[in-house]
C-alpha cells in the first residue's frame, strides 16, 4: 500500500507548479554558477610559477602576522567584519574605540600606527578589481610582525581586547584568526595538493564538493516551499476531512508525501551533479587519472541530502502545526543566516545548514574537517527524522481533533 | 456482529458552549435520518461518529466497536462531509483511487471497484474529468462513491442535498436507498423531504438534545388531527400567521389558501387535512420546549 | 471622494489588516526589533548603509506586498466580493497603499537609526532608492501570488528573486537588487517602473 500511496503523492507533487519552479530555478543556479569555474583549464604546476595558490598557515607567528595584517586593514579603513547572528554587520568604531583599536596594534608590533599604515598602502597599493598573479602574490605575503618577544598568549589576549571593541563574530575571535591566516604555496606544496587531487579525490569528488558547494545554496531556502505548499494544499482544496476520516495510519499518510517530495526534489539534483561530473570526468580521461564515476551519488548524497531532509521535514512540521506560512519566514531567515555566517566559504562546517566548499579540490584539509563535517550532516539526517515522527504526532492530533491546528 | 449505532450520554462541549447534550440514541440497520434545524448539532455528532472530533462525555459503539478505536471505526465508516471537495486537478478517477488507497485497498480490488462504484454512481463518463469541473450534483455523486469505495457498515452523509436541484435530489435519494439495503446510512438534514421520501426512522436533534426518535409514522401522530386547510382573504393572512402556525400559503388574487396547524380548529369552515412530515416536524419544533 | 465612501473604504482596509494582515505586520515588527543583532548603524558610510537597506531592510518589501490578495485565495470568497458594488481594484489599492505606508515607515525607521547611529550618507538619494526597491522586490511577490493564486508561490519568486541577486544580478540588467551598495544609485527608476507594471498588472489580474 506505501508503494501505491508513494506513487500517487508522486503524481501529486508533479502536478504544483511550485515543484516546477523549483526544478527551473535549481537548474539555472548551477549551470549559470559552475559554468564559469573553469575546472577544465586545471594544469599540473611547474617550477618557477610566480603563484601556486594559497593554503590556511598553522604556524603562530604566521597566524600572528596575517592576523595583525587584517586588523591594519580594518583600522585603517574603520570598518570590521562581524558576522554576530547570521548575517554581515559592518562594525563602525567611535573615534575613542578606533583610537584604542590603534594603541592594541601599536602594542603588538612596537610601531606607530601611522607607520603600519604607510607599510600597508606600500604593500598593497591601490585596490584592484582584477588583480594580477603578481598582486594575488603581494597581498597573500603582506604580513605585519610582531615586536620583538610578543609572545602568541599576549597575542590572545590583544585580540580578545579587540573583540571587545568590535563585538561577536569578527575575525579576531580564537577560533576563527587560527583557521583563517593563508599563507603562499610553495611549489612543492603546490605539487601535493595536486597529487591529492588525482589521488584521493581523483578529481570527480573534488568537483562534486564543489557543485554541493553552490547546490547546498538554494536546498537550503527552496524545499521549504514544496513542503509548505503540500501540506497547505489539503486545507486549500477543502480535503481535509475526507482525508481524515480514512482508515489509513497517519505515519503512512506523512511518510508517503514527506518521501514522495524528498524523492521528486533530489531528482534535479542528481541529474545535475551527473551532468556537472561529466566535463571533470573526461578531464580525468585526458590526465591519465581513474575518477570517481559515482561521485555524484556518494559525495552528493552525504552533503546534501541531510539538508535537503531537515529543510524539507520542518517545513512540514511549522506547517502541519500551525497552518500557516511561518515556515517560509522561519526557515529563509535560517537558510539566509546560515550562508552569511560562514566566516570562511571552505570548511567551518559547525552546526551551520550550509556547508561551504567554495574551492576545488584541497583533500587533505578537507579530511582534516571531515569528521566534524559527517557530525554536522549527521545530526541533521537524525533531527530531520525526528522532525517527521513529530510531523505525525501532530498530524494525528490534527485528525481526531477536527483537524485544527494545534 | 449486530450492525447498529449505540449512542449512550453522548456530551460534547466546544469550550463553554455545549454543542450535544446527554444524546441517548441506537440506530439500527438501513436508512436513519437526523432531522434539525441549522445548528443543531448534527454536523457534530456525526464527526464524534467518524473519529474527526473527541467526545467530551458519554458512550458511543459502532457495530460493537468503541468510538475510541478510531482506525476500526474509520475502516467500517464511510463519510461525505457537508462540504465534500477533493484535488481539483486531479481526475475523478484518480481521486476515487487516491481515496480507495487511504482506505487500504490493494491494487487488484481498486481495479475492479473504482470502475464499478463510479457506475454506480453513474460518473462512469465523467472519469478523465478534473474534479474542479465537476457540478455540484456530480460532486455530490463522487462524495458518496468515495463514502462507498470500501464497502462499510455504515455511512454517514452531513446535508447531501443542499444545493441540488429537484432530478438531482431525487437521483442522489435513490442512490442512498440503494446503498442502504445491507447497512447503515445515517442521513443528516435539514431538508424534512429527503427523510420523507427516505427514512423509515428518523431522530430530530434541536440545540444538542434529542426532541424526538421513532419511525415516521410516529412522528406524524404526533399532528395528527391538528392540520387544517382554509381559504381566507388575503387581507387577513398577516392577523392569522400571527395567530396561528402557517405552513403553506397559497394565493389567488384577494384570496388565499392556508395551511394551519393547531390543536383546536381554527375557523369553523376550515378541513381537516392528512398532516406530512414538514407539519409534524414544524409542531415539534414550535412546541419543543414541551417536547423536550 | 465622499465622506461616506472615505469611511467605507477605511473600514474594509482595517477589516482586512485586523483579520488577515496583522500577522505579517507583527513579522515585520520582529525585522525591526531584532535588526541590532543582525546589522549596524554605528558610524556607516554610503555604501554600508546601501547594504543595510538592500540587504535587510528590502525583507520588509516582501513580507508587506506579497500576501495582499490572501483573503481571495479561496475561490467562493473572492466570487462574492466580486459580486458586489463595491469595485475590486478600489479595494486592492487601498491594501497596496496602506502596505506602502507601513514600508515607508520601516524605511524612515532604519534611516533614523543609522543617522542616529552616527552614520553619514545621502539620506534623500539612500532613502529614494530604497523605497522603490522595496517596492520592487514585494511587487513580485504581489504579482506571483497574483498569477498564482498562492502566496506561497508569490514568496518563492521574491525570496528566490532575491538570492540569485546574491550572486547573479548580471543577468537582471538595470532591475537587478544591490546596486546602491555598489555605488550605483541610478536603478530607482527603473524599480520604480516595474514596481508600477507589476502592481497594476497584479491589481487587473484580480479585479
Same mark, same amino acid.
Request: proline content about 3%; glycine content about 8%.
Given at each position: 500500500m506505501f508503494g501505491a500511496l508513494f506513487l500517487k503523492e508522486c503524481r501529486q507533487v508533479l502536478k504544483s507548479l511550485v515543484y516546477y519552479i523549483y526544478v527551473a530555478v535549481f537548474v539555472l543556479f548551477i549551470t549559470s554558477q559552475l559554468s564559469?569555474?573553469?575546472?577544465?583549464?586545471l594544469k599540473e604546476p611547474v617550477p618557477g610559477q610566480s603563484y601556486y595558490g594559497e593554503t590556511i598557515t598553522k604556524d603562530q607567528n604566521l597566524i600572528m602576522e596575517g592576523t595583525l595584517a587584517n586588523l591594519v586593514q580594518e583600522v585603517y579603513h574603520n570598518s570590521f567584519a562581524t558576522y554576530p547572528m547570521g548575517f554581515y554587520k559592518g562594525v563602525t568604531l567611535t573615534e575613542d574605540e578606533a583610537a584604542a583599536a590603534s594603541e592594541i596594534l601599536e602594542l603588538c608590533t612596537g610601531k606607530s600606527f601611522q607607520t603600519l599604515a604607510e607599510e600597508m598602502t606600500a604593500q598593497l597599493g591601490l585596490y584592484d578589481p582584477n588583480p594580477s598573479a603578481d598582486a594575488l602574490a603581494a597581498a597573500a605575503n603582506y604580513r605585519v610582525p610582531v615586536k620583538d618577544g610578543f609572545t602568541y598568549t599576549a597575542f590572545e589576549t590583544a585580540m580578545e581586547d579587540i573583540c571587545r571593541l568590535v563585538?561577536?563574530?569578527?575575525?579576531?575571535e580564537k577560533e576563527r584568526y587560527e583557521n583563517s591566516v593563508y599563507v603562499p604555496m610553495t611549489y612543492e606544496q603546490a605539487r601535493a595538493e595536486f597529487d591529492t587531487l588525482c589521488?584521493?579525490?581523483?578529481l570527480t569528488r573534488a568537483c562534486m564538493r564543489l557543485f554541493c558547494d553552490y547546490a547546498g545554496i538554494m536546498l537550503a531556502v527552496l524545499p521549504i516551499f514544496i513542503g509548505v505548499s503540500r501540506v497547505l494544499r489539503d486545507k486549500r482544496e477543502k480535503a481535509q476531512q475526507v482525508i481524515f476520516s480514512r482508515p489509513i495510519s497517519s505515519g503512512l499518510i506523512i511518510a508517503s508525501r514527506y518521501l514522495a517530495s524528498l524523492f521528486l526534489i533530489c531528482i534535479p539534483v542528481v541529474i545535475t551533479a551527473f551532468w556537472q561530473q561529466r566535463t571533470c570526468y573526461d578531464l580525468a580521461r585526458t590526465l591519465g587519472i581513474r575518477s570517481d564515476s559515482w561521485a555524484f551519488l556518494t559525495v552528493t548524497g552525504v552533503w546534501l541530502l541531510p539538508e535537503i531532509m531537515i529543510v524539507l521535514a520542518l517545513s512540514f512540521l511549522i506547517t502541519e502545526l500551525?497552518?500557516?506560512?511561518l515556515a517560509v519566514f522561519i526557515q529563509v531567515a535560517w537558510g539566509i543566516a546560515s550562508l552569511f555566517t560562514?566566516?570562511?566559504?571552505?570548511?567551518?562546517?559547525?552546526?551551520?545548514?550550509v556547508a561551504r566548499w567554495?574551492?576545488?579540490?584541497q583533500a587533505e584539509r578537507f579530511a582534516s574537517q571531515e569528521k566534524e563535517f559527517l557530525l554536522n550532516r549527521g545530526c541533521y539526517f537524525l533531527l530531520a527524522i525526528v522532525c517527521v515522527i513529530l510531523t505525525i504526532i501532530v498530524y494525528d492530533k490534527k485528525r481526531s481533533k477536527g483537524g485544527k491546528a494545534l | 456482529m449486530e450492525t447498529s449505532i449505540e449512542i449512550l450520554d453522548l456530551t460534547k462541549n466546544y469550550g463553554k458552549k455545549q /454543542?450535544?447534550?446527554k444524546v441517548n440514541l441506537t440506530i439500527p440497520r438501513g436508512m436513519f435520518g437526523l432531522l434539525g434545524p441549522n445548528g443543531a448539532g448534527k454536523t457534530t455528532l456525526m464527526k464524534v461518529l467518524t473519529t474527526l472530533i473527541p467526545k467530551t462525555a458519554g458512550e458511543v459503539k459502532i457495530c460493537g466497536v468503541p468510538v475510541e478505536e478510531s482506525r476500526k471505526i474509520r475502516s467500517m465508516t464511510g463519510y461525505l462531509p457537508q462540504d465534500f471537495s477533493m484535488y481539483?486537478?486531479?481526475?475523478v478517477y484518480e481521486a476515487l483511487d487516491y481515496l480507495a488507497v487511504l482506505s487500504g485497498m490493494g491494487k487488484t480490488e481498486r481495479k475492479i471497484k473504482v470502475p464499478e462504484v463510479l457506475d454506480q454512481v453513474n460518473l462512469l463518463e465523467k472519469k478523465?474529468?478534473?474534479?474542479?469541473?465537476?457540478s455540484g450534483g456530480m460532486k455530490r455523486r463522487l462524495g458518496i462513491a468515495q463514502a462507498i469505495i470500501h464497502q462499510p457498515e455504515v455511512i454517514i452523509v452531513d446535508?447531501?442535498? /443542499?444545493?441540488?436541484d429537484p432530478e438531482e435530489r431525487v437521483r442522489f435519494r435513490n442512490l442512498l436507498c440503494e446503498i442502504a439495503k445491507d447497512r447503515i446510512v445515517l442521513l443528516s438534514t435539514h431538508i424534512v423531504g429527503d427523510i420523507e421520501a427516505t427514512c423509515e426512522n428518523i431522530a430530530v436533534l434541536d440545540q444538542g438534545k434529542i426532541c424526538f426518535n421513532g419511525k415516521v409514522k410516529e412522528l406524524l401522530s404526533i399532528v395528527e388531527g391538528k392540520v387544517y386547510s382554509t381559504e381566507i382573504a388575503a387581507s387577513e393572512l398577516e392577523r392569522v400567521k400571527q395567530k396561528y402556525m402557517v405552513t403553506g400559503i397559497l394565493t389567488a388574487g384577494t384570496a388565499a389558501t392556508v395551511k394551519i396547524i393547531a390543536d383546536?380548529?381554527?375557523?369553523?369552515h376550515a378541513k381537516q387535512v392528512q398532516p406530512d412530515v414538514e407539519d409534524a416536524y414544524m409542531y415539534l419544533m414550535n412546541k419543543k420546549n414541551i417536547a423536550c | 471622494m465622499k465622506k461616506t465612501d472615505f469611511c467605507q473604504y477605511g473600514w474594509l482596509t482595517v477589516s482586512f489588516i485586523k483579520r488577515q494582515y496583522y500577522p505579517h505586520l507583527l513579522l515585520t515588527l520582529l525585522l525591526v526589533i531584532f535588526s541590532g543583532g543582525f546589522v549596524s548603524f554605528k558610524g556607516l558610510g554610503d555604501l554600508q548603509a546601501a547594504t543595510v537597506m538592500e540587504m535587510y531592510v528590502s525583507f520588509a518589501g516582501i513580507l508587506l506586498l506579497t500576501p495582499l490578495f490572501t483573503p481571495e485565495q479561496d475561490k467562493d470568497i473572492r466570487d462574492l466580493e466580486r459580486s458586489k458594488a463595491t469595485p475590486m481594484w478600489k479595494l486592492y489599492l487601498l491594501r497596496i497603499l496602506s502596505a506602502i505606508l507601513v514600508c515607508l515607515f520601516v524605511i524612515l525607521l532604519f534611516t533614523g537609526f543609522m543617522k542616529r547611529g552616527g552614520s553619514d550618507f545621502e539620506t534623500g538619494i539612500l532613502f529614494r532608492g530604497a523605497c522603490c526597491e522595496l517596492l520592487f522586490l514585494g511587487s513580485i511577490g504581489f504579482f506571483v501570488s497574483a498569477v498564482t493564486n498562492q502566496a506561497v508561490i508569490g514568496y518563492m519568486a521574491a525570496v528566490v528573486y532575491y538570492a540569485t541577486n546574491i550572486?547573479?544580478?548580471?543577468?537582471?540588467?538595470?532591475?537587478?537588487?544591490?546596486q546602491m551598495m555598489q555605488g550605483?544609485?541610478?536603478?530607482w527608476i527603473y524599480w520604480l517602473l516595474g514596481a508600477a507594471v507589476l502592481l497594476t498588472a497584479g491589481v487587473f489580474l484580480r479585479k
Amino acid at each position: 500500500m506505501f508503494g501505491a500511496l508513494f506513487l500517487k503523492e508522486c503524481r501529486q507533487v508533479l502536478k504544483s507548479l511550485v515543484y516546477y519552479i523549483y526544478v527551473a530555478v535549481f537548474v539555472l543556479f548551477i549551470t549559470s554558477q559552475l559554468s564559469s569555474e573553469g575546472w577544465e583549464q586545471l594544469k599540473e604546476p611547474v617550477p618557477g610559477q610566480s603563484y601556486y595558490g594559497e593554503t590556511i598557515t598553522k604556524d603562530q607567528n604566521l597566524i600572528m602576522e596575517g592576523t595583525l595584517a587584517n586588523l591594519v586593514q580594518e583600522v585603517y579603513h574603520n570598518s570590521f567584519a562581524t558576522y554576530p547572528m547570521g548575517f554581515y554587520k559592518g562594525v563602525t568604531l567611535t573615534e575613542d574605540e578606533a583610537a584604542a583599536a590603534s594603541e592594541i596594534l601599536e602594542l603588538c608590533t612596537g610601531k606607530s600606527f601611522q607607520t603600519l599604515a604607510e607599510e600597508m598602502t606600500a604593500q598593497l597599493g591601490l585596490y584592484d578589481p582584477n588583480p594580477s598573479a603578481d598582486a594575488l602574490a603581494a597581498a597573500a605575503n603582506y604580513r605585519v610582525p610582531v615586536k620583538d618577544g610578543f609572545t602568541y598568549t599576549a597575542f590572545e589576549t590583544a585580540m580578545e581586547d579587540i573583540c571587545r571593541l568590535v563585538g561577536r563574530g569578527s575575525s579576531y575571535e580564537k577560533e576563527r584568526y587560527e583557521n583563517s591566516v593563508y599563507v603562499p604555496m610553495t611549489y612543492e606544496q603546490a605539487r601535493a595538493e595536486f597529487d591529492t587531487l588525482c589521488r584521493e579525490d581523483r578529481l570527480t569528488r573534488a568537483c562534486m564538493r564543489l557543485f554541493c558547494d553552490y547546490a547546498g545554496i538554494m536546498l537550503a531556502v527552496l524545499p521549504i516551499f514544496i513542503g509548505v505548499s503540500r501540506v497547505l494544499r489539503d486545507k486549500r482544496e477543502k480535503a481535509q476531512q475526507v482525508i481524515f476520516s480514512r482508515p489509513i495510519s497517519s505515519g503512512l499518510i506523512i511518510a508517503s508525501r514527506y518521501l514522495a517530495s524528498l524523492f521528486l526534489i533530489c531528482i534535479p539534483v542528481v541529474i545535475t551533479a551527473f551532468w556537472q561530473q561529466r566535463t571533470c570526468y573526461d578531464l580525468a580521461r585526458t590526465l591519465g587519472i581513474r575518477s570517481d564515476s559515482w561521485a555524484f551519488l556518494t559525495v552528493t548524497g552525504v552533503w546534501l541530502l541531510p539538508e535537503i531532509m531537515i529543510v524539507l521535514a520542518l517545513s512540514f512540521l511549522i506547517t502541519e502545526l500551525t497552518d500557516t506560512l511561518l515556515a517560509v519566514f522561519i526557515q529563509v531567515a535560517w537558510g539566509i543566516a546560515s550562508l552569511f555566517t560562514a566566516s570562511t566559504l571552505v570548511g567551518d562546517f559547525g552546526f551551520k545548514l550550509v556547508a561551504r566548499w567554495n574551492t576545488f579540490g584541497q583533500a587533505e584539509r578537507f579530511a582534516s574537517q571531515e569528521k566534524e563535517f559527517l557530525l554536522n550532516r549527521g545530526c541533521y539526517f537524525l533531527l530531520a527524522i525526528v522532525c517527521v515522527i513529530l510531523t505525525i504526532i501532530v498530524y494525528d492530533k490534527k485528525r481526531s481533533k477536527g483537524g485544527k491546528a494545534l | 456482529m449486530e450492525t447498529s449505532i449505540e449512542i449512550l450520554d453522548l456530551t460534547k462541549n466546544y469550550g463553554k458552549k455545549q /454543542a450535544l447534550s446527554k444524546v441517548n440514541l441506537t440506530i439500527p440497520r438501513g436508512m436513519f435520518g437526523l432531522l434539525g434545524p441549522n445548528g443543531a448539532g448534527k454536523t457534530t455528532l456525526m464527526k464524534v461518529l467518524t473519529t474527526l472530533i473527541p467526545k467530551t462525555a458519554g458512550e458511543v459503539k459502532i457495530c460493537g466497536v468503541p468510538v475510541e478505536e478510531s482506525r476500526k471505526i474509520r475502516s467500517m465508516t464511510g463519510y461525505l462531509p457537508q462540504d465534500f471537495s477533493m484535488y481539483g486537478n486531479m481526475s475523478v478517477y484518480e481521486a476515487l483511487d487516491y481515496l480507495a488507497v487511504l482506505s487500504g485497498m490493494g491494487k487488484t480490488e481498486r481495479k475492479i471497484k473504482v470502475p464499478e462504484v463510479l457506475d454506480q454512481v453513474n460518473l462512469l463518463e465523467k472519469k478523465r474529468g478534473k474534479v474542479r469541473s465537476l457540478s455540484g450534483g456530480m460532486k455530490r455523486r463522487l462524495g458518496i462513491a468515495q463514502a462507498i469505495i470500501h464497502q462499510p457498515e455504515v455511512i454517514i452523509v452531513d446535508e447531501p442535498t /443542499a444545493g441540488l436541484d429537484p432530478e438531482e435530489r431525487v437521483r442522489f435519494r435513490n442512490l442512498l436507498c440503494e446503498i442502504a439495503k445491507d447497512r447503515i446510512v445515517l442521513l443528516s438534514t435539514h431538508i424534512v423531504g429527503d427523510i420523507e421520501a427516505t427514512c423509515e426512522n428518523i431522530a430530530v436533534l434541536d440545540q444538542g438534545k434529542i426532541c424526538f426518535n421513532g419511525k415516521v409514522k410516529e412522528l406524524l401522530s404526533i399532528v395528527e388531527g391538528k392540520v387544517y386547510s382554509t381559504e381566507i382573504a388575503a387581507s387577513e393572512l398577516e392577523r392569522v400567521k400571527q395567530k396561528y402556525m402557517v405552513t403553506g400559503i397559497l394565493t389567488a388574487g384577494t384570496a388565499a389558501t392556508v395551511k394551519i396547524i393547531a390543536d383546536e380548529r381554527p375557523f369553523p369552515h376550515a378541513k381537516q387535512v392528512q398532516p406530512d412530515v414538514e407539519d409534524a416536524y414544524m409542531y415539534l419544533m414550535n412546541k419543543k420546549n414541551i417536547a423536550c | 471622494m465622499k465622506k461616506t465612501d472615505f469611511c467605507q473604504y477605511g473600514w474594509l482596509t482595517v477589516s482586512f489588516i485586523k483579520r488577515q494582515y496583522y500577522p505579517h505586520l507583527l513579522l515585520t515588527l520582529l525585522l525591526v526589533i531584532f535588526s541590532g543583532g543582525f546589522v549596524s548603524f554605528k558610524g556607516l558610510g554610503d555604501l554600508q548603509a546601501a547594504t543595510v537597506m538592500e540587504m535587510y531592510v528590502s525583507f520588509a518589501g516582501i513580507l508587506l506586498l506579497t500576501p495582499l490578495f490572501t483573503p481571495e485565495q479561496d475561490k467562493d470568497i473572492r466570487d462574492l466580493e466580486r459580486s458586489k458594488a463595491t469595485p475590486m481594484w478600489k479595494l486592492y489599492l487601498l491594501r497596496i497603499l496602506s502596505a506602502i505606508l507601513v514600508c515607508l515607515f520601516v524605511i524612515l525607521l532604519f534611516t533614523g537609526f543609522m543617522k542616529r547611529g552616527g552614520s553619514d550618507f545621502e539620506t534623500g538619494i539612500l532613502f529614494r532608492g530604497a523605497c522603490c526597491e522595496l517596492l520592487f522586490l514585494g511587487s513580485i511577490g504581489f504579482f506571483v501570488s497574483a498569477v498564482t493564486n498562492q502566496a506561497v508561490i508569490g514568496y518563492m519568486a521574491a525570496v528566490v528573486y532575491y538570492a540569485t541577486n546574491i550572486g547573479g544580478g548580471k543577468y537582471f540588467g538595470r532591475l537587478a537588487l544591490f546596486q546602491m551598495m555598489q555605488g550605483d544609485y541610478g536603478a530607482w527608476i527603473y524599480w520604480l517602473l516595474g514596481a508600477a507594471v507589476l502592481l497594476t498588472a497584479g491589481v487587473f489580474l484580480r479585479k
